[in-house]
């Protein structure tokens, strides 16, 4: 079933634009965390941005992001290191899905969003956990990375709500002039 919410594919400039951030600021986060001395990949851009997709953009152009995004990031910055790459490729493409296939079937954005992220996480660690080991699980998580993914994690659940909800607000608006 198509959603208005959720095209497909088709292209927009605001996919193109939607895209060119992506790619830039991703681009810049290895770059901005030495600079700054500060770990900037804490806010997880790469899933930010994908979210952003998500609401902006398409489904299509969300998946695409999800294996361009660690991709691109390690063309240009050699990080993060092939295997993680793939981990991080697949986990970013099992939130898209796991958004699409919960927003589908219950309507409820944050709860969408919010299981999505969690879920595919817990895969990513997962992985992590068979293919690296658990000193490298427990030196990827100390605490102050994992609570800083928990507050990013409740901050783009709660703006996808915002967001879906004033979209879906203004189309039954638009729906009940029409009539």
């Known amino acids: 079933m198509e959603t208005t919410i959720f ?4 292209f927009r400039y605001r996919t193109a634009i939607t895209d060119i951030a992506a790619l830039v600021f991703v681009g810049l986060v290895p770059a901005a965390s030495h600079l700054f001395k500060i770990p900037v990949y804490y806010i997880e851009p790469m899933r930010v941005m994908l979210v952003l997709a998500l609401l902006y953009s398409s489904r299509l152009n969300a998946y695409a992001l999800a294996i361009v995004l660690p991709l691109f990031s390690f063309l240009v910055s050699g990080h993060p290191a092939p ?3 793939m981990i991080i490729m697949a986990e970013l493409v099992l939130n898209v899905w796991l958004f699409l296939y919960f927003y589908q079937r219950t309507r409820r954005s944050f709860l969408s969003a919010f299981g999505s992220i969690i879920i595919s996480k817990v895969f990513c660690y997962a992985m992590y956990l068979v293919v690296f080991s658990m000193a490298f699980v427990k030196d990827e998580a100390e605490i102050t990375f994992l609570i800083a993914q928990m507050i990013l994690t409740l901050v783009l659940s709660s703006m996808v ?4 909800a004033r979209r879906n607000s203004n189309t039954s608006e638009a729906n009940a002039k029409a009539r």
């Open 7 to 10: 095209p497909l594919g088709t």
């Open 83 to 85: 295997v993680k790459m």
């Open 161 to 164: 709500w915002i967001i879906l």
